[in-house]
């Protein structure tokens, strides 16, 4: 089976940079997604990392490590829109997605 | 305007009435998938399609059914075999072999 990993809630304040870390177990995928879901809404896509290394887009950079079954999003200058919850999300072989459990970021003034 | 459409927002039945929920898609995306998501929790997949009468099961498929009748509508029964309906769906489509998915804005069903 496939299975994710993260943390459940992560705090910071405003301007500061945070870090959601994404561990898996899977016998195969194409590459690791990261989605935002603000609360009562719709999951919206971040980023996504096919290869190993770092994707950077704006403020948000997403991180993949293939050998150490790893990856993680990193958040800069924390503003406090940027309050929701966290997916990261493997695309599989069988052309479909795993979610991980999410995790909670709290931005505080 | 191009985009996914889950109707209704909110959605409330009775114990033992099967319910449908709709997903119309205009983005002519192939693929489309039904999530079930509960108050703190990750998505779990229910179903998915990646073409016309074609459809798989996914991780929670046991009391719901789908249909694929055509590529701009996938929809879902909640059937009274499923013995915790209450939750957040959410349906999403994608491209062929692509990485992003595109979420519709999501029915809250209650089950009184």
């Known amino acids: 089976g496939q299975s994710l990993e993260q943390p459940s809630e992560v705090t910071a304040v405003e301007g500061a940079i945070v870090q959601i870390n994404c561990t898996y177990q899977?016998?195969?995928?194409?590459?690791l997604s990261w989605y935002q879901q603000h609360d009562g809404g719709a999951p919206t896509f971040l980023s996504y990392?096919?290869?190993?290394g770092l994707e950077e887009t704006g403020r948000f950079s997403s991180f993949l490590s293939r050998s150490d079954s790893y990856g993680y999003l990193l958040l800069q200058e924390l503003q406090m829109k940027d309050s929701a919850s966290y997916f990261c999300?493997?695309?599989?072989?069988?052309?479909?997605?795993?979610f991980g459990p999410g995790t909670r970021l709290s931005v505080l003034p | 305007d191009g985009g996914i459409t889950q109707s209704p927002k909110y959605l409330f039945r009775k114990e033992g009435q099967n319910v449908t929920l709709s997903c119309e898609q205009n983005?002519?995306?192939?693929?489309m998938y039904w999530y079930r998501q509960d108050p703190g929790q990750g998505l779990r997949l229910i179903y998915y399609s990646q073409i016309v009468n074609d459809f798989q099961k996914g991780d929670i498929a046991e009391g719901y059914s789908v249909s694929r009748e055509k590529k701009e509508s996938f929809p879902l029964t909640v059937t009274s075999a499923q013995k915790n309906p209450t939750a957040f769906y959410l349906c999403a489509t994608a491209l062929a072999g692509d990485n992003e998915q595109f979420f519709g804005p999501g029915t809250r069903l209650t089950v009184l």
């Open positions: 899977t016998s195969g995928f194409y590459g």
């Open positions: 983005l002519n995306h192939d693929a």
């Open positions: 999300a493997v695309l599989n072989y069988g052309q479909n997605f795993v």
């Open positions: 990392n096919g290869l190993d």
